[in-house]
């Protein structure tokens, strides 16, 4: 199908039929991203359910502090052929 871009501002707009919005099953919002070169429109995935609660769930308690790397002491490496 071919169409008109809209001006709209320095942008421009594509006017999506009713009967693709309805065949893809759109939202008020969707996905857009280009690949090769070609604007791909997609239905907003949903986040799965859980994973908010799943995340506040695993932060990490004081007693896993010790896992983290922050008390290693510096090494050769990190002072002379290291770069940040």
């Not at 594509?14 to 065949?23: F, L, M, S």
């Not at 990490?60 to 002072?79: H, K, M, V, Y």
């Amino acid at each position: 199908m071919e169409t008109d871009l809209i001006r709209i501002g320095n942008s421009r707009g594509v006017r999506i039929p009713k009967a693709i919005i309805d065949q893809c099953g759109f939202g008020e919002r969707i996905d857009m991203r280009v690949e090769e070169g070609r604007v791909i429109l997609a239905r907003r995935r949903k986040p799965p359910e859980g994973w908010k609660e799943a995340l506040a769930a695993a932060k990490p308690s004081r007693a896993s502090d010790e896992l983290l790397l922050d008390g290693i002491p510096e090494q050769e490496f990190d002072r002379d052929e290291w770069t940040w």
